[in-house]
């Protein structure tokens, strides 16, 4: 495994491997319990055997990965499909690849650095493109982040930030070498070398001590800026072991300001000068709401610091606590579990003894020590243990706080040590030699030796009768107790033994060693080896039944086998640590395995059955609860609790006195308080008897104006309906001369209308017998122009049937897709039906919270609705345009009867003089294409001030999905603020308990009213259904609201992204219209220019020819109606344009 990146929507994870000496990518999904692998990419045809930086894309589709020297290439990859978008080569100077990285909003550009490496990637058409080149001098870039879209910053080795805007150097510092202040360094002097640290599940501060710089000399030396990360206000780094700088921006362009240093605490037990205290930080990151800071250092240490929310909190100098207990930095030696208590011991080479509890998950006891420890075991009853150091064996009482040497041995170097099964004996490890020895009375009951290399590892049998031994040379005893001899031997010389164990019964020895196999020993003779496939054995442990073997390999993995032992190739195999498997052990239950690793990882593993069940024990055994204390311990704390009631005591009659002082100062303030108030009192009665006088006097006056009002309205009303009867009877008078009048007028139209009857019959008789020689003579022409018709409506008939189906095609992709849409939203209604439904019938406490969730899945329906109105939308739309396709037709075929009426127009006018005909024709030929052109051009127009008014409409519905959008992300944000302040109230409730249990401590001495005080708590905090269901709820409430919030994220980014596209479209279309506008316009006044020039021309024309003109008027009345029809067409033109 060379590198890791996890996605930023928390759901993936990349792993960088390498298969068969070719580079792959493993993506696994993480949100899923247990995690499931997605994809594996690989690229064979590069020349590379690791990647060795990843990164995720901002919406977590895209993964880019750079492979190692000597030849870096930077691959960009679409992983969810296995595709390799592009891939180059990257000239680097240097010989190291420090990381790689996406801009925050671009999923196209890409950051890449490392020693002589600073290049900017952008994604585009299949390659990637260097952009923005670095323009200065090169150097050894170690780290980067994005501050924003453009800004990069980077550490140097030589202790320099940089930041680059497209390549170019914005600002510049060098980071001072920092010495911790004189405040915090005087709290280490506090703190002796080898004192403890106790841990819980819910407090894990430790008393933290600072760096301190012992080395003078390395002031002058230049740090190195080795981790960066960006948040909102500014950027954190790391200039030197062991501290943290922040830098902020200031109200100055693009400045940042150092505002804060942020210490590690020291390691005071290193026993190197130069190297004391010093943890380089390794990678810093901050929680998503920036309210933590959590880095890791180069000893396995995971630390945090609770950024300050204002200015005020902010202090210059702060420091780490670990995030939640110290953990291993060095190999762990020496691991084991007892029976009585669910705790498990360990130590290490890092000179620490420390007490899990494999239950809670959490550090008990910790201690650090001056020499190296290399082996560790507990005591049955989970009281004492047993650790062996360079200099001395010692066994040590594992008080509450505190591990207390009581007895020491002189036993230098002891690589292995062992408790009895029944706590009464243990066996202590001294070379080639094992000593035997009383726990009761610590005397050496037995010696027992024949080994002729280093003892590797020894084990006790059920019933501590036999012992069992193995050394580096190939030889494994049984050893029998009561005699002090050899029972039983196996001897091979080829094979350096690591680990044995044994079954429940001790009839048989299970050992691994260097030659890669499983031995089962019995009687002295191997009865069974299992080949390890070319992988070293180095830890071997057995269930307490018996029925199953747990093996560690040199390359950190455990493997599972059944017993009897079955073929070479049937077992299970974990990936567990990164370095050799040291120690393991099975607690006595067998529902766990404990594993440790020469990376000093250690491991707690829950054992399932092949159906994926825990293991069960035939009978339930409860762990004792009882802890050691020192008598001096109990002395100091019964004087202190003493000490203290008494300053409560004196505190209490000081607060009685104050009490009785403000008492008689506020009776004081009371008085003249209520004799100002009295006088008040008065002047507000006084005020309000004058304003009641006032108040009954305007009323009175008011009433007398009513009155006058009233007649007076009374007066005008007669008046007008007098004057209104007079009107009307003038009008009378006027109706009824009109109606005479009107009859008159009546008679005298029929006999008009008559006369014109006349005249017109006798006209009509004329022009009929006219027009029908004229029908003769067209009907040879009409035949032959309906024969053309035919041929182009068939071709129009063809063009028609093509564009119908390409709409019916369009029509169809696009119910296709907002059907599977529409089946999408369906799903995850569904979806969120049935987990509300689980919800309701789990928790009935939370019933509000489920009505809320029910609102959402209505909003759900409400949007599913939205876009069922979008497609019938689109399909009224698809309608229109047939219709519009209908209409363009009719409009085609009123054009060619227009243009057949001209026609047969200009046939006519081949009869006058052959000069003005020749003319006109001209004439004609050039305005008639010009005036197409212009009802052409004139109904694009129309058709663009469509589309303009639909492109309007898309976006109206547009800004209303963002609108209600932006209104679920607000609903989400106050549901966030309630929780937060849910989080808050339980706080109150933590600290009046811990109140409580402080005032509970001042009856230590009186037992009854200790046990009411305590059972008072009991009624007062606990209640069954928190017990019960406290655990539950916080868990499934957490992934609940993670699910809601991804999923109105990913709907929020995807509209987002449409609406962007959309605006685009739309900015591109409008472009268009505007350009085709000004070239519409411009051809426009061309033609009006022309227009005016063929004008002057006709007129003058006419003016020649005005003779011969009215001859012709006179002979053919069909000529004056078409000059004259133009003519207005011509006008209409002008005043169109």
Same mark, same amino acid.
């Given at each position: 495994?060379?590198?890791l990146?996890?996605?930023?929507? /928390?759901?993936?994870?990349?792993?960088?491997?390498?298969?068969?000496e070719?580079?792959?990518?493993?993506?696994?999904?993480v949100?899923?319990?247990?995690?499931?692998?997605?994809?594996?990419?690989?690229?064979?045809?590069?020349?590379?055997?690791?990647?060795v930086?990843l990164?995720?894309?901002?919406?977590?589709?895209?993964?880019?990965?750079?492979?190692?020297?000597?030849?870096?290439?930077?691959?960009?990859?679409?992983?969810?499909?296995q595709r390799?978008?592009?891939?180059v080569?990257?000239?680097?100077?240097?010989?190291?690849?420090?990381?790689?990285?996406?801009?925050?909003?671009?999923?196209?550009?890409?950051?890449?650095?490392?020693?002589?490496?600073?290049?900017?990637f952008?994604?585009?058409?299949?390659?990637?493109?260097?952009?923005?080149?670095?323009?200065?001098?090169?150097q050894?870039y170690?780290?980067?982040?994005?501050?924003?879209?453009?800004?990069?910053?980077?550490?140097?080795?030589?202790?320099?930030?940089?930041?680059?805007?497209?390549?170019?150097?914005?600002?510049?510092?060098?980071?001072?070498?920092?010495?911790?202040?004189?405040?915090?360094?005087?709290?280490?002097?506090?703190?002796?070398?080898?004192?403890?640290?106790?841990?819980?599940?819910?407090?894990?501060?430790?008393?933290?001590?600072?760096?301190?710089?012992?080395?003078?000399?390395?002031?002058?030396?230049?740090?190195?800026i080795?981790?960066?990360?960006?948040?909102?206000?500014?950027?954190?780094?790391?200039?030197?072991?062991?501290?943290?700088?922040?830098?902020?921006?200031?109200?100055?362009?693009?400045?940042?300001?150092?505002?804060?240093?942020?210490?590690?605490?020291?390691?005071?037990?290193?026993?190197?000068?130069?190297?004391?205290?010093?943890?380089?930080?390794?990678?810093?990151?901050?929680?998503p709401?920036?309210?933590?800071?959590?880095?890791?250092?180069?000893?396995?240490?995971?630390?945090?610091?609770?950024?300050?929310?204002?200015?005020?909190?902010?202090?210059?100098s702060?420091?780490?606590?670990?995030?939640?207990?110290?953990?291993?930095?060095?190999?762990?030696?020496?691991?084991?579990?007892?029976?009585?208590?669910?705790?498990?011991?360990?130590?290490?080479?890092?000179?620490? =003894?420390?007490?899990?509890?494999?239950?809670?998950?959490?550090?008990?006891?910790?201690?650090?020590y001056?020499?190296?420890?290399?082996?560790?075991?507990l005591?049955p009853?989970?009281?004492?243990?047993?650790?062996?150091?360079?200099?001395?064996?010692?066994?040590?009482?594992?008080?509450?706080?505190?591990?207390?040497?009581?007895?020491?041995f002189?036993?230098?170097?002891?690589?292995?040590?062992?408790?009895?099964?029944?706590?009464?004996?243990?066996?202590?490890?001294?070379?080639?030699?094992i000593?035997?020895?009383?726990?009761?009375?610590?005397?050496?009951?037995?010696?027992?030796?024949?080994?002729?290399?280093?003892?590797?590892?020894?084990?006790?049998?059920a019933?501590?009768?036999?012992?069992?031994?193995?050394?580096?040379?190939?030889?494994?005893?049984?050893?029998?107790?009561l005699?002090?001899?050899?029972?039983?031997? @196996?001897?091979?010389?080829?094979?350096?033994?690591?680990?044995?164990?044994?079954?429940?019964?001790?009839?048989?020895?299970?050992?691994?060693?260097?030659?890669?196999?499983?031995?089962?020993?019995?009687?002295?003779s191997?009865?069974?080896e299992v080949?390890?496939?070319?992988?070293?054995?180095?830890?071997?442990?057995?269930?307490?039944?018996?029925?199953?073997?747990?093996?560690?390999?040199?390359?950190?993995?455990?493997?599972?086998?059944?017993?009897?032992?079955?073929?070479?190739?049937?077992?299970?195999?974990?990936q567990?640590?990164?370095?050799?498997?040291?120690?393991?052990?099975?607690?006595?239950?067998?529902?766990?395995?404990?594993?440790?690793?020469?990376?000093?990882?250690?491991?707690?593993?829950?054992?399932?059955?092949?159906?994926?069940?825990?293991?069960k024990?035939?009978?339930?055994?409860?762990?004792?609860?009882? =802890?050691?204390?020192?008598?001096?311990?109990?002395?100091?704390?019964?004087?202190?609790?003493?000490?203290?009631?008494?300053?409560?005591?004196?505190?209490?009659?000081?607060n009685?006195?104050?009490?009785?002082?403000?008492?008689?100062?506020?009776?004081?303030?009371?008085?003249?308080?209520?004799?100002?108030?009295?006088?008040?009192?008065?002047?507000?009665?006084?005020?309000?008897?004058?304003?009641?006088?006032?108040?009954?006097?305007?009323?009175?006056?008011?009433?007398?104006?009513?009155?006058?009002?009233?007649?007076?309205?009374?007066?005008?009303?007669?008046?007008?309906?007098?004057?209104?009867?007079?009107k009307?009877?003038?009008?009378?008078?006027?109706?009824?001369?009109?109606?005479?009048?009107?009859?008159?007028m009546?008679?005298?139209?029929?006999?008009?209308?008559?006369?014109?009857?006349?005249?017109?019959?006798?006209?009509?008789?004329?022009?009929?017998?006219?027009?029908?020689?004229?029908?003769?003579?067209?009907?040879?022409?009409?035949?032959?122009?309906?024969?053309?018709? /035919?041929?182009?409506?068939?071709?129009?008939?063809?063009?028609?049937?093509?564009?119908?189906?390409?709409?019916?095609?369009?029509?169809?992709?696009?119910?296709?897709?907002?059907?599977?849409r529409?089946?999408?939203?369906?799903?995850?209604?569904?979806?969120?039906?049935?987990?509300?439904?689980?919800?309701?019938?789990?928790?009935?406490?939370?019933?509000?919270?489920?009505?809320?969730?029910?609102?959402?899945?209505?909003?759900?329906?409400?949007?599913?609705?939205?876009?069922?109105?979008?497609?019938?939308?689109?399909?009224?739309?698809?309608?229109?345009?047939?219709?519009?396709?209908?209409?363009?037709?009719?409009?085609?075929?009123?054009?060619?009867?227009?243009?057949?009426?001209?026609?047969?127009?200009?046939?006519?006018?081949?009869?006058?003089?052959?000069?003005?005909?020749?003319k006109?024709?001209?004439?004609?030929?050039?305005?008639?294409?010009?005036?197409?052109?212009?009802?052409?051009?004139?109904?694009?127009?129309?058709?663009?001030?469509?589309?303009?008014?639909?492109?309007?409409?898309?976006n109206a519905?547009?800004?209303?999905?963002?609108?209600?959008?932006?209104?679920k992300?607000?609903?989400?944000?106050?549901? =966030?603020?309630r929780?937060?302040?849910?989080?808050?109230n339980?706080?109150?409730?933590?600290?009046?308990?811990?109140?409580?249990?402080h005032? @509970?401590?001042?009856?230590?001495?009186?037992?009854?009213?200790?046990?009411?005080?305590? @059972?008072?708590?009991?009624?007062?905090?606990?209640?069954?259904?928190?017990?019960?269901?406290?655990?539950?709820?916080?868990?499934?409430?957490?992934q609940?609201?993670?699910?809601?919030?991804?999923?109105?994220?990913r709907?929020f980014?995807?509209?987002?992204?449409?609406?962007?596209?959309e605006?685009?479209?739309?900015?591109?279309?409008?472009?268009?219209?505007?350009?085709?506008?000004?070239?519409?316009?411009?051809?426009?006044n061309?033609?009006?220019?022309?227009?005016?020039?063929?004008?002057?021309?006709v007129?003058?024309?006419?003016?020649?020819?005005?003779?011969?003109?009215?001859?012709?008027v006179?002979?053919?009345?069909?000529?004056?109606?078409?000059?004259?029809?133009?003519?207005?067409?011509?006008?209409?033109?002008?005043?169109?344009?």
């Open positions: 495994m060379q590198a990146a996890i996605s930023p929507n /928390r759901r993936y994870l990349a792993v960088s491997e390498t298969v068969v070719q580079p792959a990518l493993t993506v696994y999904e949100s899923l319990v247990p995690s499931r692998r997605r994809r594996t990419l690989a690229a064979a045809e590069l020349p590379a055997r690791e990647f930086a990164a995720f894309s901002p919406d977590s589709r895209y993964l880019v990965a750079a492979t190692g020297p000597p030849e870096v290439h930077l691959t960009y990859w679409l992983w969810e499909k390799l978008m592009a891939a080569r990257v000239e680097a100077l240097g010989s190291s690849l420090c990381q790689v990285s996406f801009s925050p909003q671009d999923n196209a550009q890409v950051c890449i650095t490392g020693n002589g490496i600073f290049k900017l952008k994604y585009s058409e299949g390659t990637l493109k260097t952009t923005g080149l670095q323009k200065g001098e090169l050894n170690l780290c980067h982040a994005w501050l924003s879209a453009e800004k990069v910053v980077c550490g140097t080795d030589t202790g320099k930030l940089i930041i680059f805007e497209s390549g170019e150097v914005r600002w510049e510092t060098s980071v001072e070498y920092k010495i911790p202040p004189r405040e915090l360094e005087e709290d280490t002097t506090t703190k002796e070398p080898g004192s403890l640290t106790s841990f819980s599940a819910f407090h894990s501060d430790i008393s933290c001590d600072l760096v301190a710089d012992d080395n003078g000399s390395q002031k002058d030396s230049l740090p190195q080795c981790a960066v990360a960006a948040y909102s206000k500014g950027f954190a780094c790391s200039s030197r072991p062991g501290v943290v700088l922040v830098f902020e921006k200031t109200e100055e362009k693009e400045v940042y300001k150092e505002t804060q240093e942020i210490w590690i605490p020291r390691d005071f037990c290193n026993s190197e000068p130069e190297q004391s205290g010093r943890e380089d930080i390794i990678c810093i990151c901050f929680s709401s920036e309210e933590t800071m959590i880095v890791s250092t180069t000893k396995n240490q995971l630390y945090m610091f609770t950024m300050p929310s204002t200015e005020i909190m902010k202090e210059k702060a420091h780490f606590i670990h995030l939640n207990f110290p953990l291993h930095s060095d190999s762990i030696t020496g691991l084991d579990s007892c029976i009585r208590k669910p705790i498990v011991a360990t130590c290490s080479l890092d000179r620490s =003894v420390r007490i899990w509890n494999y239950k809670t998950n959490t550090l008990e006891l910790y201690k650090q001056q020499e190296e420890a290399y082996t560790v075991s005591h009853t989970g009281l004492f243990c047993l650790v062996g150091f360079s200099d001395k064996l010692r066994l040590m009482s594992l008080l509450y706080e505190d591990m207390h040497v009581f007895k020491e002189t036993i230098r170097g002891c690589r292995e040590c062992a408790f009895s099964n029944g706590g009464h004996l243990f066996a202590a490890v001294n070379g080639n030699v000593h035997i020895y009383s726990t009761t009375t610590f005397e050496n009951t037995n010696n027992l030796k024949g080994h002729s290399g280093k003892i590797r590892a020894v084990k006790w049998s019933d501590d009768a036999k012992l069992v031994s193995c050394d580096a040379h190939g030889a494994v005893y049984e050893w029998n107790l005699t002090g001899k050899r029972e039983s031997e @196996c001897v091979l010389r080829s094979c350096n033994y690591s680990s044995i164990a044994l079954s429940p019964f001790a009839k048989i020895i299970f050992a691994v060693g260097s030659d890669q196999t499983l031995k089962e020993i019995s009687e002295s191997i009865l069974h080949p390890a496939f070319d992988v070293v054995y180095t830890a071997i442990a057995v269930s307490r039944s018996g029925h199953m073997l747990f093996i560690g390999t040199s390359l950190g993995t455990i493997r599972t086998m059944r017993y009897p032992l079955p073929l070479p190739t049937e077992f299970n195999e974990y567990a640590h990164a370095g050799p498997v040291t120690k393991m052990s099975v607690t006595d239950d067998d529902l766990f395995l404990l594993t440790a690793s020469k990376d000093g990882s250690f491991l707690i593993w829950k054992v399932y059955d092949k159906e994926g069940q825990i293991l024990r035939e009978k339930e055994v409860e762990y004792a609860e009882e =802890v050691l204390i020192m008598r001096s311990d109990i002395e100091e704390k019964g004087q202190a609790m003493l000490d203290l009631q008494i300053r409560v005591k004196e505190l209490q009659t000081e009685d006195y104050q009490l009785r002082l403000k008492d008689i100062n506020c009776n004081e303030k009371i008085k003249e308080i209520k004799e100002i108030f009295t006088q008040e009192i008065d002047c507000l009665k006084t005020k309000h008897e004058i304003l009641q006088a006032e108040k009954e006097k305007q009323e009175l006056q008011h009433q007398y104006q009513l009155f006058e009002l009233m007649k007076k309205q009374a007066r005008e009303v007669q008046d007008l309906e007098s004057s209104n009867n007079q009307l009877l003038m009008e009378n008078e006027k109706y009824q001369e009109l109606q005479v009048k009107s009859q008159r009546q008679e005298e139209y029929e006999k008009q209308l008559h006369d014109l009857e006349e005249s017109k019959s006798k006209a009509l008789e004329e022009l009929t017998e006219y027009y029908e020689e004229k029908l003769n003579e067209k009907s040879v022409l009409l035949e032959e122009t309906e024969e053309t018709i /035919r041929q182009q409506l068939h071709i129009y008939e063809e063009i028609k049937k093509q564009i119908e189906d390409d709409g019916d095609q369009e029509i169809q992709e696009i119910k296709i897709k907002y059907e599977r529409l089946q999408e939203e369906k799903e995850s209604n569904l979806r969120l039906k049935g987990e509300t439904g689980i919800m309701r019938k789990r928790f009935n406490s939370l019933q509000k919270d489920i009505e809320d969730r029910n609102s959402e899945i209505e909003e759900m329906k409400l949007e599913q609705q939205k876009l069922q109105g979008i497609i019938t939308s689109l399909e009224k739309d698809i309608l229109a345009l047939k219709r519009e396709i209908q209409e363009r037709d009719d409009t085609i075929q009123d054009k060619e009867k227009r243009i057949y009426d001209l026609k047969k127009k200009n046939q006519e006018l081949e009869k006058f003089k052959f000069v003005l005909d020749y006109i024709k001209e004439l004609k030929k050039q305005i008639q294409p010009r005036e197409n052109d212009i009802m052409v051009m004139k109904e694009q127009i129309r058709e663009m001030e469509g589309e303009l008014e639909r492109f309007h409409k898309q519905q547009l800004e209303l999905k963002i609108t209600d959008l932006q209104q992300l607000k609903a989400t944000d106050r549901q =966030v603020h929780e937060r302040q849910k989080e808050q339980m706080k109150a409730v933590i600290k009046r308990f811990k109140t409580d249990l005032n @509970c401590v001042g009856f230590l001495q009186d037992s009854k009213k200790l046990k009411d005080r305590i @059972c008072e708590l009991y009624t007062k905090y606990v209640r069954q259904t928190d017990m019960v269901e406290t655990v539950e709820l916080d868990t499934d409430l957490q609940e609201y993670i699910r809601q919030r991804e999923y109105l994220e709907n980014a995807t509209l987002k992204k449409k609406v962007v596209k605006n685009e479209i739309h900015r591109a279309d409008y472009m268009r219209i505007m350009q085709e506008n000004v070239s519409l316009i411009k051809e426009i061309e033609l009006r220019r022309e227009l005016k020039v063929t004008r002057t021309q007129h003058d024309l006419q003016s020649t020819l005005g003779l011969t003109k009215k001859k012709q006179i002979r053919d009345p069909g000529f004056t109606g078409l000059p004259r029809h133009r003519c207005i067409g011509t006008g209409f033109l002008v005043l169109g344009g």
